[in-house]
């Protein structure tokens, strides 16, 4: 069986083949020996590991297979689960810190257990990334059980969590949350005024779980934390309504593929004349003219968001607010909002109330964000077709594991339509064959528009939305899963295995909940032995749910399992196979079918014409329906332009986030040096030597006479970094008087200022002034730099006309740029601390001095 397991890797080397051979044959080997062991027993081990770890061993070789082990008993006393061989193949990948790809059902949850206790041994944390706070609570609750087992702590991250209980989620050993959750509390981090404030301790290791949906799918975006600029809110709306009155082609043009648009001269000319009668454009000035800047900006959003972006499909209205819904799971994403402008100008279209633009306080991007891990380890089930993306970004090798039991799932050829009416009149016919048979169907729909429009042809054959348990009476029951009821989630996967269930569900990619033939066992018990007290009664209840799960799943069984029936091909081959992969799990009989007409978007925009011409010659006609190898060829590869486009749009964000993110970090680095001390002197009068050489040395030439000096210039500027009038033009006439005497009279009266002003403050509030003041100069500058280098990018890809390399010109702009932003710290540092005062009677104000 090992041989086998081992066999079937891909993507490893032979010395790592070797590696987890011996460890597979040794954990398994030392099951006998630890099954032997009392609780206590086996609990005293992790103290045993935690000694040695600590005395020099290495976690690897026989602690490694040891610890793994101890969890696969520990899993089997407290879950009644003992991790398959399978499972155990994927924590070695996982610890390994490669993807371990598990096909769906295989039980990738407990296979997170094993390297997590592993890893937590050293005291240093281990995170686990989930897709959404259900899972993540989930999990921290069940394999949290087998950890606390153990006596190892375990943590989770909601999203409500206030500071202090995330403080205390993060120095647990073992932590869950949400990609989202750890990003932002990152950046929250590295704006905290003392070091004590921060809630998390370091980036040790983490399992990333869907970690192409966390690592891919999510990556074209960067998290960002932004604060509220000048309210802007009623250009949006009187921008939106000229933009609304525009038509196309003739106003505008719109670039599906790209996904970009734009006015046409005419719609300009238009545009221009609306604005002066709204007296939002001076008289005699352009549109494109620089003092309309920002009118292009409001104008260019307003655009994007009525020709780009759709309701039900890349938003939500939601309680009066526009939610952004994931494209890949179909999820909604509260508390995200679109960059740039374009969430308020979705805001105007829709009549909601349009909220503050924002200005960008810090940002990092996902791919920066878990580079920074020590070890960085994913599952999923589907990664394969990114094997070259997370090699190349993340250094991430994908290793396919291989099912417990072999796969029994048949996945039909696409059957292709000519209009979108025809393929969804189809799709109802192949539900209502299978619904005669009781066989449970999934309809899997790429948006919240086209699952509304699933239902309503559902409605119009009969089917009718309501609960499961209408089915044994007879109704043609139906429930829909998407972005507007997924709290609900959990609850409708229980059921869509069930005899005659049909469940409509938005992308399921990621969903992280198995659908089990017959329903879910975990899922009748919670709802049915809910309140019941007696023993006697729940363990009659408990056999005859058991009984009638039992024979529910051999009945779906003979039916044909789980009937998956895909309304379009997605963009991505991956929310594809995810899609199909809800049939078929643990060697279940299912069966999977796409459904594609010659309207659907991917085929419209990417292969429309091929793909027509070709399903054509094949004999599709009006009416008619195809299925043929060489459409679901054609298909693939209209899949794969789009792909590889969302590619080079990350490709692009990182390429650019590197340089900002050297940046970042070192601006991090220093931040925390200051927020780890208490009286930062040091660390200000570096910079304010900084700032008044630097005054110094632009008015004092190097190597001049004093007759050249400037000093008039030199007492005027030292008067704006210091509020101290300075008698320089007096210094100059002095014999013998040197650019380093002139500094050394300059620090001398700065030093002595500021002992006169530290007299009237109470003990350590001067100082916790200062540090104040360095933050906050910090923070505003790096603020303003990184909407210079928002702005640079945006335009740094015309410098390719000239035949330059823009990332290379952006590399160099953006260091001139950083070099400056730290001279304008040093001047502000200089600047504020000199204006620190008491505000106590009789103490004299900065700008009273000069009088």
């Known amino acids: 069986m090992i041989n086998a397991l081992i066999r079937f890797i891909s993507g490893a080397e032979s010395g790592s083949d070797r590696r987890i051979k011996k460890d597979l044959a040794a954990i398994n080997g030392l099951s006998d020996h630890f099954a032997k062991m009392s609780d206590d027993e086996l609990r005293e081990k992790t103290s045993e590991f935690q000694r040695r770890i600590?005395?020099?061993?290495?976690?690897?070789?026989?602690?490694?297979?040891?610890?793994?082990?101890?969890?696969?008993?520990?899993?089997?006393?407290?879950?009644?689960?003992?991790?398959?061989?399978?499972?155990?193949?994927?924590?070695?990948?996982?610890?390994?810190?490669?993807?371990?790809?598990?096909?769906?059902?295989?039980?990738?949850?407990?296979?997170?257990?094993?390297?997590?206790?592993?890893?937590?041994?050293?005291?240093?944390?281990?995170?686990?990334?989930?897709?959404?706070?259900?899972?993540?609570?989930?999990?921290?609750?069940?394999?949290?059980?087998?950890?606390?087992?153990l006596g190892l702590t375990v943590g989770v991250i909601l999203s409500k969590m206030e500071d202090p209980e995330r403080r205390e989620a993060y120095r647990c050993d073992i932590t869950y949350g949400t990609n989202n959750e750890f990003g932002f509390d990152y950046l929250r981090d590295n704006l905290r005024f003392e070091a004590s404030q921060m809630v998390q301790r370091g980036h040790n290791f983490v399992?990333?779980?869907?970690?192409?949906?966390v690592l891919i799918d999510e990556a074209r975006t960067p998290l960002i934390i932004s604060a509220p600029v000048e309210d802007s809110s009623d250009i949006y709306i009187k921008v939106d309504a000229i933009i609304a009155s525009l038509r196309a082609p003739q106003d505008f043009t719109v670039d599906e593929k790209m996904k970009a648009c734009a006015l046409t001269e005419a719609g300009a000319d238009k545009v221009e004349a609306m604005l002066r009668a709204q007296e939002l454009l001076k008289a005699g000035v352009p549109l494109y003219d620089h003092e309309a800047t920002h009118l292009v900006h409001h104008i260019n959003c307003a655009l994007k968001a009525r020709a780009l972006f759709t309701k039900d499909k890349d938003y939500v209205v939601k309680d009066g607010q526009v939610v952004i819904v994931d494209e890949s799971t179909g999820r909604m994403m509260d508390g995200r909002r679109f960059s740039d402008g374009i969430h308020q100008a979705l805001e105007a279209k829709e009549g909601v109330r349009v909220q503050e633009e924002t200005a960008t306080l810090s940002s990092i991007t996902y791919q920066n964000y878990f580079r920074m891990y020590k070890k960085l380890a994913g599952m999923t089930g589907t990664a394969a077709t990114e094997r070259e993306e997370f090699a190349e970004v993340y250094g991430l090798a994908v290793t396919e594991i291989p099912t417990h039991r072999p796969v029994a799932r048949v996945d039909e050829s696409d059957e292709v339509h000519l209009t979108t009416d025809a393929k969804f009149k189809a799709i109802v016919e192949a539900a209502k064959e299978a619904r005669m048979r009781l066989q449970p169907i999934l309809i899997g729909t790429a948006s919240i528009e086209k699952s509304d429009l699933m239902v309503e042809y559902l409605r119009r054959a009969g089917f009718v939305e309501g609960d499961f348990a209408d089915?044994?009476?007879?109704?043609?029951?139906?429930?829909?899963?998407?972005?507007?009821?997924?709290?609900?989630?959990?609850?409708i996967i229980a059921k869509a295995g069930i005899p005659g269930a049909v469940t409509i569900a938005t992308n399921m990619a990621g969903r992280g909940t198995d659908i089990e033939l017959g329903g879910?066992?975990?899922?009748?018990?919670?709802?049915?032995?809910?309140?019941?007290?007696?023993?006697?009664?729940?363990?009659?209840?408990?056999?005859?749910?058991?009984?009638?799960?039992?024979?529910?799943?051999?009945?779906?069984?003979?039916?044909?399992?789980l009937l998956v029936l895909g309304t379009e091909r997605h963009e991505s081959r991956r929310v594809d196979n995810q899609l199909r992969g809800r049939a078929g799990r643990q060697g279940d009989p299912g069966r999977s079918r796409f459904f594609v007409s010659l309207e659907d978007d991917i085929v419209r925009i990417f292969a429309s014409e091929k793909l027509g011409r070709t399903a054509r010659t094949l004999g599709l006609s009006e009416g008619d329906a195809i299925s043929h190898p060489l459409i679901s060829k054609l298909l693939e590869g209209a899949q794969k332009k789009v792909e590889q486009r969302n590619y080079d749009i990350r490709k692009d964000v990182v390429k650019f986030d590197n340089v900002n993110n050297v940046q970042r970090e070192a601006i991090h680095e220093y931040r925390k040096e200051i927020m780890g001390t208490q009286d930062v002197a040091e660390i200000v009068d570096t910079m304010r030597e900084s700032a008044v050489r630097a005054a110094i040395e632009k008015h004092i030439p190097e190597n001049s006479y004093p007759e050249t000096w400037d000093m008039k210039g030199l007492g005027e500027r030292l008067f704006e970094l210091t509020t101290l009038t300075l008698p320089t033009e007096q210094w100059a006439s002095e014999d013998g008087v040197s650019e380093e005497e002139v500094f050394d009279r300059v620090w001398k009266a700065m030093a002595e200022d500021e002992e006169e002003r530290r007299k009237h403050f109470d003990e350590g509030v001067f100082e916790h002034a200062r540090k104040f003041t360095l933050l906050r100069s910090f923070d505003g500058l790096w603020r303003e730099h990184l909407a210079g280098l928002e702005t640079l990018k945006s335009v740094i890809n015309f410098r390719s006309y000239a035949q330059r390399e823009p990332i290379v010109e952006y590399r160099t702009d953006a260091y001139h740029m950083f070099e400056a932003m730290l001279e304008h710290i040093a001047d502000e540092v200089t600047r504020l601390s000199s204006q620190i005062v008491s505000t106590k009677p009789g103490v004299i104000n900065p700008e009273d001095r000069a009088a």
């Open 471 to 491: 089915i044994p009476k007879g109704r043609p029951v139906f429930q829909v899963l998407n972005a507007r009821n997924h709290q609900h989630e959990a609850a």
């Open 520 to 561: 879910s066992l975990e899922g009748r018990l919670e709802q049915e032995l809910a309140g019941i007290e007696d023993a006697a009664l729940i363990e009659e209840a408990k056999a005859r749910i058991e009984r009638e799960i039992a024979a529910a799943r051999q009945f779906v069984k003979e039916a044909g399992g």
């Open 54 to 149: 600590d005395d020099g061993e290495k976690p690897e070789g026989k602690l490694r297979q040891e610890a793994f082990a101890v969890v696969r008993e520990a899993a089997y006393r407290v879950l009644g689960k003992r991790p398959y061989d399978v499972q155990v193949l994927g924590g070695l990948i996982l610890d390994d810190g490669r993807i371990a790809e598990m096909r769906t059902g295989e039980g990738k949850t407990l296979t997170a257990s094993m390297p997590t206790y592993l890893n937590a041994l050293s005291g240093k944390g281990v995170h686990v990334i989930t897709v959404n706070d259900y899972l993540a609570a989930r999990d921290a609750e069940q394999i949290g059980r087998v950890h606390r087992f």
């Open 207 to 213: 399992i990333v779980d869907e970690v192409d949906s």
